[in-house]
T-cell receptor
Framework: AQSVTQLDSHVSVSEGTPVLLRCNYS??????LFWYVQHPNKGLQLLLK??????LVKGINGFEAEFKKSETSFHLTKPSAHMSDAAEYFC????????????FGQGTELSVKP | NAGVTQTPKFQVLKTGQSMTLQCAQD?????MSWYRQDPGMGLRLIHY?????ITDQGEVPNGYNVSRSTTEDFPLRLLSAAPSQTSVYFC??????WGVGYTFGSGTRLTVV
């Protein structure tokens, strides 16, 4: 069975400093992996996706993630945090053998201090 | 506007009442699903559908029913609401290409008292 573990429930950074949100996955075959962002009282927005092409994936708003099969990781990074990045972030794996249903991590809340 | 539309946005129910959460998409997506979001638990799959007339259970299906009579609509029914069903509900859809990413509705915040 596939699963996703987000290693930090809360991350706090200062504006202008790098962001690292960690995600490990478990999958018996090549997964499709995603990062979604949810701003307070809003729906979910796709940040980026990995689908077995390039291992370094660039997304919106300056975010990127690197797929490392040997480490079963898909960490999300951004070189310089902005106040508007404060939100909850979800690492997600797609189960292609079961109608493409999504399996979510528990979420990481990112706080950005001025 | 193309996308996933959920109604209502907010709802308060009394224990034992029934209601239907509506979800509609106009992107001709085959796959649709319902998730519930609870603090510290991410989103959990309730039911999903791979096409009109086909539905299946997800991780937390108890207390919920679904049907898919058309490609566009995927309503979620609560037959007898319980306080444990207080949550935020999201509907999502995707075409048959998993790599594109799901489109999510804006959510329905349900409180059962």
């Amino acid at each position: 069975a596939q699963s996703v573990t987000q290693l930090d429930s809360h991350v706090s950074v200062s504006e202008g400093t790098p962001v690292l949100l960690r995600c490990n996955y478990s999958s018996s075959y090549s997964p499709s992996l995603f990062w979604y962002v949810q701003h307070p009282n809003k729906g979910l927005q796709l940040l980026l996706k990995y689908t077995s092409a390039a291992t370094l994936v660039k997304g919106i708003n300056g975010f990127e993630a690197e797929f490392k099969k040997s480490e079963t990781s898909f960490h999300l990074t951004k070189p310089s945090a902005h106040m508007s990045d404060a939100a909850e972030y979800f690492c997600v794996v797609s189960d292609q053998n079961q109608g493409g249903k999504l399996i979510f991590g528990q979420g990481t809340e990112l706080s950005v201090k001025p | 506007n193309a996308g996933v539309t959920q109604t209502p946005k907010f709802q308060v129910l009394k224990t034992g009442q029934s209601m239907t959460l509506q979800c509609a998409q106009d992107m001709n997506h085959e796959y649709m699903s319902w998730y519930r979001q609870d603090p510290g638990m991410g989103l959990r799959l309730i039911h999903y559908s791979v096409g009109a007339g086909i539905t299946d259970q997800g991780e937390v299906p108890n207390g919920y029913n679904v049907s898919r009579s058309t490609t566009e609509d995927f309503p979620l029914r609560l037959l007898s609401a319980a306080p444990s069903q207080t949550s935020v509900y999201f509907c999502a859809s995707i075409k048959n290409n998993w790599g594109v990413g799901y489109t999510f509705g804006s959510g329905t915040r349900l409180t059962v008292v």
